[in-house]
């Protein structure tokens, strides 16, 4: 055999065994780092707006009000998977059917969070030089003078009770930690719950609410959280209605598109039927077409009241949701705490495993310029023959 075909059948075998690896690279599991990756590190926009970012997770956090983007760092600002979480209503309301969840026809007073100035401030905590936690805070202070143009939409209509609210406090926090962190529920009486939050790729959020204009000893108080999966940002293509949200529920895991509207005038939240076994309940971000779970919301079902006085005690907490027509609506309810203030931690985060796979571009690079030089050499010998 002449040199020149050994050479080209050479570099056949090399086009075609890279060819192989490149689609391996594109089709195969996604991976992603084990245990704990770098630092998280943390930037300002000039809106306003702070970003955190791990190995695995980016998060973007509004600069206006408590709200969160998030998605998978390998994923270019979320072009395949991109979810967010927003804060968006406090009410008062007296459970007249007893289930300890909110229900729309049990509300006495609601103001959408939107109508409030916000503060959001954040920072960094470092053991030994290396960065181990990034932190914010929304912080709650006076009535808005112009309303918020923009401003995610609560599930009651029009501006409510929002001079009746506007003394009370509110701070939303977010952690997110470079290894797995360790939390509890505890009161004077000792510890109730236990739970871990992961390391790189959930964000820890505490919400605190005192100062609450309570009408009576029997009302409660509710926060409305906004969910939405549709808000991939790919072009390559279609990415609407690709995700839906679904329950992990004691008896069902209901499944959601929140572009249906399942509100009624007189209330038609479902309650969440909490899991045995586990202190932490949780909603799925969920790939339609594969079935697979890429991010999540959840939150501890017990909450701690501080009285007055000092004293500590451990209440539980209950939600409903419904799908909206712009989200699903998922009411965090607690009760009464007797002009205390109530602690309370929820969180979101992606699933390392869900990450989407994504093809590699320095593979296509590759294969293209062997196969380059590949062409090269049978036009080399295609010109020989004549």
Not at 193 to 205: P, R
Not at 212 to 241: C, K, W, Y
Request: charge should be negative; hydrophobic fraction near 40%.
């Amino acid at each position: 055999m002449k040199t020149i075909q050994k050479t080209m059948i050479g570099l056949f075998l090399v086009v075609a065994l890279l060819g192989t690896t490149a689609l391996a690279s594109a089709q195969g599991p996604a991976t992603m780092p084990h245990g704990p990756g770098g630092p998280p590190e943390q930037t300002k926009g000039s809106d306003g707006t702070i970003s955190i970012n791990t190995d695995i997770i980016s998060i973007m956090a509004n600069g206006e009000m408590p709200m969160f983007h998030f998605w998978y760092a390998v994923d270019d600002d979320g072009a395949h998977a991109k979810f967010s979480t927003s804060f968006v209503m406090i009410a008062e309301f007296e459970d007249l059917n007893e289930d300890g969840g909110f229900q729309t026809d049990e509300v006495l007073y609601f103001a959408p969070l939107s109508a409030y100035e916000w503060t959001l401030t954040h920072g960094v905590v470092e053991e030994n030089g290396v960065i181990t936690e990034a932190w914010l805070k929304y912080t709650k202070s006076g009535v808005r003078s112009t309303p918020m143009s923009d401003a995610v939409p609560a599930a009651l209509n029009g501006t409510g009770g929002v001079m009746r609210f506007e003394d009370t406090t509110i701070q939303i926090w977010g952690h997110i930690y470079l290894e797995d962190y360790q939390g509890e529920v505890r009161d004077d009486h000792g510890s109730h719950a236990n739970y871990t939050v992961a390391g790189g790729s959930e964000l820890k959020i505490d919400i605190a609410i005192g100062n609450f204009p309570f009408s009576s000893e029997d009302s409660m108080v509710t926060i409305q959280t906004l969910q939405r999966e549709h808000i991939a940002t790919g072009e390559s293509e279609p990415q609407i209605n690709r995700h839906r949200i679904q329950t992990r529920e004691q008896f069902r895991n209901t499944t959601i598109d929140s572009n249906n509207n399942w509100t009624t005038t007189g209330g038609n939240e479902s309650r969440f039927e909490s899991m045995n076994g586990t202190h932490i309940q949780k909603i799925d971000f969920v790939d339609y077409d594969t079935s697979l779970a890429q991010g999540f919301f959840s939150w501890v079902d017990e909450a701690v009241i501080t009285l007055p006085g000092g004293a500590t005690e451990t209440v539980p907490v209950n939600a409903t949701y419904v799908p909206t027509g712009v989200g699903t609506a998922v009411y965090l309810s607690y009760p009464y705490f007797d002009n205390g203030s109530i602690l309370h931690d929820p969180s979101i985060g992606l699933y390392p495993e869900g990450a989407p796979i994504l093809s590699q571009p320095i593979d296509i690079i590759i294969v293209a310029g062997i196969g380059a030089v590949a062409l090269v050499a049978v036009l080399i010998v295609l010109v020989r023959k004549k």
